[in-house]
């Protein structure tokens, strides 16, 4: 029946429902993304009596609370340094480079991203700190490193120095390679047209490196919790969200002092929360208003500097770092397994079928989270990108980020808050647990999908969309036939950020709930009874799994 | 010794050869076009010269000496790029004292080699604009400012007048070639425009498919084509195709399709019974109402008239079946001619350029592509 057809086509491409959807999506996000991410912030008024009486009185928790901060903030700013000054040069490498190896250069990039952080913070802390590890060729007793710190920016690092190259190097394929060129026929080294011409040019990829790259570290749970107990150092000495997972646990317990938890945990990540927004923003406008010494120049020296010996130290020595700072450490565990395997090592410790329910649980939450947020982040990227929501476009836009930048610990904290606070909770439902860990996850992964794709849909020529509708298209038929097949690779990179994410997420699951048992919990809990082995051995599993999976969708995107 | 050569050079691009045995020279303070369709390996020439890319073969020379593996910043040559390239996060000033600024020269030198350069282009006033404050043409002449002060001898310009309106890439070219006559430069011009070419060049470079068609002056390429399709490119071309039928001094007697004989000069190697190719400029065919006859007299009927402004053309549908294109002075208001008019076309045998027939036809060989 064309006719009926035809009326149901109309409707669904009319301005009001256009508008409705817009409406709709908006709703979402704030509904469910947002608003949940920020509650804890409301408890700030509401609970300023509790808070005063019970934390602000108690030096010994204040202490806690602001060691924990201080360490969490510390760690960030190192690791975001770290990786900017390490990934620069290899996302150049990457980017203008000419060499034959470069598409393997660019999976040996993305290879940690499969690996879900606890797993890589185990094998990274069980690389540098035990006697197994990086120590073993020294003939060593003890691990390399002893420092809990030094530790925790190594683990830090491994996990988060994937996303700050792949920004930067997503963001300088942008940048016009011609500007570089023409400064060279002005007289500009190689060297001095990089510095003067493209850094300039590239403060957006610098300022969402930082963002991403901090806010990983400062999200981070398993990977640390995991670190310091390989290292014996006491939970006490960790960061912000180690504190946070520690007192969920408490509280579950019950017991007189959970209350005090409670309000502990919300004034932390209160303050998580302020201190990120604010840290961040600041980085944002020093680096945007931060004019680089460009009127300087050292002809004779940047000239030498260009030279070929010095181009190749650099390549080695990125290449060397990826190597010896993020690849080795973060497969290690594989090593380690397996020599564990040889010397003989019994696998009692593990329950098969705790093991296997957790990880059942991991993949289908994962799973839930990436299509659900495909289909919600992918309209909002379009309404970014494009545009449609008028005036409300740029707050938006900034808002986006927002729940990125939130320690995950934090947010998960936040939205249990939420959503147990509405209507008695979802807590009377008989599977609360589930559907709040995947309302958290679903929260903290919406800004990558939004973030890659909206980027990518603002890079397509609008003429594009233009040119389809003035040959007949619907703004279906242009999304279907111009706009998805354009931005699929970003679409499915954002699927597989999404996925890696929601799979690897210690924190915001045990702050929403801390029975429930993903398979990074799982392994926190192993490593927790030094059940080292068998913890490697459930590691080998989900990286397997996680490989298996992301290479599927990757090649998803690459094929038709 | 020569400016800058270009000695058998070949260039490809995986599978591609963009350039295929290119060879010329360019002498100093000389005012040379690049002229070709899309694709003819124009830029690529550029390119080759300004150090952006190495030839796999051939050698690029300057002052005779080998500069194949020079890279841009030493070679000293400036280049204007088709979209002026201005640095978007520096304002006017910092983008034309750029070049000082990299050769670190001295600040009262970079400073008056700003000032020179900006006032040469009139737009002093606008130092402190960003490029997106400025129109097209201003853009392009900053382009031109900041390719200048480094005092480079050598200048390179990629269809420099392309981005701009019609009006002003009229304006401009004259601009141009003062300007770098003005300061002894030695330039070469990249265009795909012929008309752009013939007024503002001494020596036109046409190019085709990466090879060099021919090298000459403008009214040498105009009154003496090498090829088709040269005859074809700088100044459009009729092409009636015949058969030899006597050749007699330096001329020949050509048969058309219906029988009926032109006499036109002769081509080297003209044999009897040959097919060839007679090209024939709008400008020298005449028209007349009716029916004359005489030599190079030829019948037909008028199938398209238009007014181009100073000329009339007129395309006639000759009794051999070719359509010939005639312009003539829009003066004689008393002889207009109307469509479906029978009329004569006339041209005079020394006006007329003889080819040999190209085996691929002449279709092909007009092709730009
Ligand atoms: N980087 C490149 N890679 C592959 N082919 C190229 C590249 N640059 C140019 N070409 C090809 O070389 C030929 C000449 O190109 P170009 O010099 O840019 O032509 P023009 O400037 O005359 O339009 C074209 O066929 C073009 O497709
Ligand atoms: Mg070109």
């Not at chain 1, 279906?476 to 097949?485: A, D, G, N, S």
């Not at chain 1, 045990?510 to 068998?534: D, G, H, M, Q, R």
């Amino acid at each position: 029946m064309p006719g009926t057809n035809n009326a149901f086509r109309r409707f669904l491409t009319s301005r009001w429902f256009r508008r409705f959807w817009y409406s709709m999506i908006i709703l979402f996000f704030l509904l469910f993304v947002l608003i949940p991410s920020t509650f804890v912030l409301s408890h700030l008024i509401s609970g300023w009596d509790k808070i005063s009486a019970e934390v602000l009185g108690d030096g010994q928790m204040i202490s806690t609370i602001s060691n924990g901060i201080m360490t969490s903030f510390k760690l960030a700013g190192a690791v975001t340094i770290i990786d900017f000054i390490a990934g620069l040069p290899m996302a150049w490498l990457l980017n203008r480079g000419h060499f034959k190896g470069r598409r393997y250069l660019d999976t040996l990039i993305d290879l940690p991203l499969v690996v879900p952080t606890s797993a890589l913070g185990f094998s990274v802390a069980l690389f540098w700190a035990t006697p197994g590890g990086f120590a073993f060729f020294f003939n060593s007793p003890t691990g390399a490193i002893t420092s809990s710190f030094i530790l925790l920016m190594l683990v830090h690092v491994a996990f988060s120095y994937p996303y700050m190259v792949r920004t930067l190097s997503a963001s300088l394929e942008e940048i016009d390679i011609t500007y570089e060129i023409a400064g060279r026929t002005l007289g500009a080294s190689p060297l001095t047209a990089i510095r003067t011409i493209t850094l300039p040019l590239f403060r957006g990829g610098i300022v969402s490196g930082t963002i991403l790259s901090f806010g990983r570290s400062i999200s981070e749970t398993g990977a640390t919790v995991l670190a310091l107990s390989i290292v014996g150092a006491s939970q006490a000495d960790g960061t912000a969200p180690v504190l946070i997972a520690g007192w969920r646990k408490l509280i579950n317990e019950g017991g007189s002092m959970a209350e005090k938890y409670i309000t502990a945990s919300a004034f932390t990540s209160v303050l998580l929360i302020i201190l990120a927004l604010v840290l961040l923003t600041l980085v944002m406008i020093i680096i945007k208003k931060f004019k680089l010494p460009i009127k300087k120049v050292w002809p004779a020296q940047e000239k030498m500097l260009s030279g070929r010996i010095f181009k190749y130290l650099r390549d080695a020595s990125s290449n060397i770092f990826l190597i010896l700072a993020v690849l080795i450490p973060a497969f290690f565990i594989f090593i380690f397994f397996f020599r564990g395997l040889a010397q003989g090592n019994s696998l009692a410790g593990i329950d098969l079928a705790g093991f296997l329910n957790s990880l059942f649980a991991s993949f289908l939450i994962a799973s839930i989270v990436t299509v659900v947020n495909m289909g919600l982040g992918i309209p909002m990227a379009i309404l970014i990108a494009r545009k449609k929501a008028g005036t409300v476009t740029q707050p938006l836009d900034v808002l986006i980020n927002i729940p990125m930048i939130i320690p995950s610990t934090a947010l998960g904290f936040s939205l249990g808050l939420f959503w147990s606070g509405i209507g008695g909770g979802l807590s009377s439902l008989a599977n609360a647990d589930f559907l709040l860990i995947v309302l958290a996850h679903i929260a903290f992964t919406y800004p990558f999908i939004v973030r890659t794709v909206s980027s990518a849909i603002s890079d397509i020529d609008i003429s594009f969309e233009e040119a389809a509708r003035t040959l007949g298209a619907n703004p279906l038929q242009v999304f279907r036939k111009i706009i998805f097949p354009l931005a699929k690779p970003s679409i499915m990179a954002g699927a597989i950020m999404m996925f890696a994410r929601s799979l690897g997420e210690t924190g915001a699951t045990l702050a929403v709930a801390s029975t429930a048992v993903t398979t990074p919990v799982y392994i926190v809990k192993l490593v927790n009874e030094n059940a080292l082995f068998e913890a490697a051995l459930a590691c080998i599993i989900l990286i397997g799994i996680s490989y298996i999976i992301l290479m599927g969708l990757r090649r998803l995107s690459s094929g038709k | 010794m020569h400016e800058i050569s270009l000695h058998n050079v070949k260039k490809r691009y995986g599978t591609i050869t963009a350039l295929d045995d290119v060879s010329f020279d360019i002498e100093k303070g000389e005012y040379v076009t690049i002229l070709g369709p899309t694709g003819s390996g124009k830029t690529t020439i550029l390119k080759l010269l300004a150090g952006l890319i190495e030839p796999n073969e051939g050698e690029v020379r300057f002052k005779g000496r080998r500069v194949n593996e020079l890279c841009p910043e030493e070679r000293d040559v400036g280049l204007v790029f088709q979209n002026f390239m201005l640095f978007p996060h520096l304002n006017v000033w910092e983008n034309v004292t750029f070049g000082p600024h990299m050769r670190g020269w001295a600040r009262e030198k970079t400073d008056k080699l700003g000032r020179q350069m900006l006032d040469l282009v009139h737009l002093f006033n606008r130092a402190l604009s960003y490029p997106n404050e400025l129109s097209g043409g201003m853009q392009q002449r900053i382009a031109l400012a900041r390719t200048l002060t480094p005092g480079s001898k050598i200048m390179l310009m990629d269809e420099p007048l392309g981005a701009l309106d019609a009006r002003l890439r009229v304006e401009l070219r004259y601009e141009l070639v003062r300007l770098m006559k003005g300061l002894g430069i030695t330039t070469i011009h990249v265009t795909h425009d012929q008309e752009e070419a013939m007024t503002i060049s001494d020596k036109i470079m046409v190019l085709r498919r990466g090879k060099i068609e021919q090298i000459g002056a403008p009214m040498e390429l105009f009154l003496r084509p090498r090829s088709i399709f040269v005859a074809n490119f700088v100044g459009e071309s009729n092409f009636i195709e015949g058969i030899i039928s006597e050749i007699k001094d330096s001329f020949l007697k050509v048969e058309l399709k219906d029988g009926l004989t032109v006499v036109v000069p002769s081509v080297d190697g003209a044999a009897l019974g040959e097919r060839i190719v007679i090209a024939l400029k709008p400008e020298n065919v005449s028209i007349q109402k009716g029916v004359t006859k005489g030599i190079n007299h030829i019948q037909g009927v008028i199938e398209r008239r238009s007014f181009l402004g100073t000329f009339v053309k007129y395309s006639v549908r000759l009794e051999t079946g070719d359509l010939i294109n005639s312009k003539v002075l829009t003066l004689q208001k008393d002889k207009t001619l109307e469509m479906g008019d029978k009329s004569t076309v006339s041209f005079r045998s020394n006006e007329a350029v003889v080819y040999h027939h190209p085996k691929d036809g002449v279709r092909r060989e007009l092709e730009v592509e």
